[in-house]
């Protein structure tokens, strides 16, 4: 009984083990939506700093953006993940768009997302940069994409004047890639399961 009571603890313990990690996320905050927002395309990029305190991969990024069009909206940008402003290689991130509200100057307010990702991110502070940003009628056109100003707890930068008030913006560093694979940690459970029937059955003869 004792060798079936400790093989049982031993395949919860390792079930355990296999349980998701956490994601790790850093919000700026809410939007705004009516006070000012900063060009992401047409030459462009605004950094904002972010903090994650697990290593991974980055696999979402929403952030909110003003667009003078109903219907042009945003489809991708360029996405930069550095330990300094502006810093990290881009990567073009398709975002889909869900309306938020119109404001006093005529502009429509969406959230954009992005899931799925597969950034790496090693941990700790960074800066997320936006720019390149495209719409549906194409990258190199006359809709200007404004992420929206929040004024939260990130430092943030305007390529062109220096330092801004930030932006609102989400960001969420997936599970590491160190978790066993369930299928390997359970085939040893089940291994262990069954020696220690065998040692239960030769133990009571």
Known sequence: MRIASLSLLTVCCLML?????????YSNGPYNGTNDGWTINFGFTVSDSFTLSSSGAVSAFHFVYWDASS???LTTADLQLGTTSFGGSATTVAFSST?????????NVYQADASGLNIPWAGGAGFATLGNACSTSGCSVSNPIYWDENSGPSTAYEN?????????????NGPGPSTPEPSSIMLFGSGILGL???LRRKLTR
């Open 17 to 25: 083990a296999v349980a998701p990690a956490m994601a790790d996320t």
């Open 160 to 172: 062109t004047i220096g330092s801004i008030p930030s932006e609102a913006f989400t960001i969420t």
């Open 71 to 73: 219907t042009d909206l």
């Open 196 to 198: 220690a029937g065998v």
């Open 99 to 107: 309306f938020l509200t119109s404001n006093q100057y005529g502009y």
